[in-house]
């Protein structure tokens, strides 16, 4: 099955500055990449996702690269802010949502 | 437009209950799918409904089990609770099943004692 890892899994970043979070996924058959960020006592939120045959998309602040070759795609964060602060997960979707572990992002002020 | 919501949120039973938990979707979403949430084997689907039909299951014992109704309502029900079955239970609705987005409601925090 789909196996996905996920580095950092902590991440302390100053206000301002960029924090970028990178997965890889083992099944070549997955073919789309949600982002979601958790908050304390909430269920995950999705906050930008990519399909397999885009390799970057851009909301506002966040961005999302894909490489399907090296299996690998990343979260970027830009401009940081103490709201941006909570546990971020990458998925891969084959038949299912495959987690990573997560990354613990603070922002500090 | 309402979120996912989930009832109870917050539960606490004794081993060797049994537990049933709800889900209402998005409206006009018709798939939910289930997931576990464990500090340490974090977030691991359990299945996945559509069309009140289970169409993906997960690695999961038959101690877990689900249903989905005509209204695309979902429950899930755990039999003979342990105490690694104390967890954070979440369930997403979909528009349809496949590569759609998902949204996740607040979750059932489950305690087993």
């Known amino acids: 099955g789909e196996n996905v890892e996920q580095h950092p899994s902590t991440l302390s970043v100053q206000e301002g500055d960029s924090a970028v979070i990178k997965c890889t996924y083992s099944?070549?058959?997955?073919?789309?990449f949600p982002w979601y960020k958790q908050e304390l006592g909430k269920g995950p939120q999705l906050i930008i996702d990519?399909?397999?045959?885009?390799g970057e998309k851009k909301d506002q602040r966040i961005a999302v690269t894909l490489n399907k070759t090296a299996k690998h795609f990343s979260l970027h964060i830009t401009e940081t802010q103490p709201e941006d602060s909570a546990v971020y997960f990458c998925?891969?979707?084959?038949?299912?949502?495959?987690f990573g572990a997560g990354t613990t992002v603070t922002v500090r002020a | 437009k309402a979120g996912v919501t989930q009832t109870p949120r917050y539960l606490i039973k004794t081993r060797g209950q049994q537990v049933t938990l709800s889900c209402s979707p998005i409206?006009?979403?018709?798939?939910v799918s289930w997931y576990q949430q464990t500090p340490g084997q974090g977030l691991q689907f359990l299945f996945e409904?559509?069309?009140?039909?289970?169409?993906n299951k997960g690695n999961f014992p038959g101690r877990f089990s689900g249903r989905q109704f005509s209204n695309s309502r979902s429950e899930m029900n755990v039999s003979t609770l342990e105490l690694g079955d104390s967890a954070l239970y979440l369930c997403?609705?979909?528009?349809?099943?496949?590569?759609?987005?998902?949204?996740f409601g607040p979750g059932t925090r489950l305690t087993v004692t």
């Open positions: 997403a609705s979909s528009l349809s099943s496949g590569t759609y987005e998902q949204y």
């Open positions: 099944d070549s058959a997955s073919n789309y």
């Open positions: 990519i399909r397999s045959n885009v």
């Open positions: 998925a891969a979707h084959d038949y299912k949502l495959s």
């Open positions: 409206s006009g979403h018709r798939s």
């Open positions: 409904y559509f069309s009140e039909t289970q169409r």
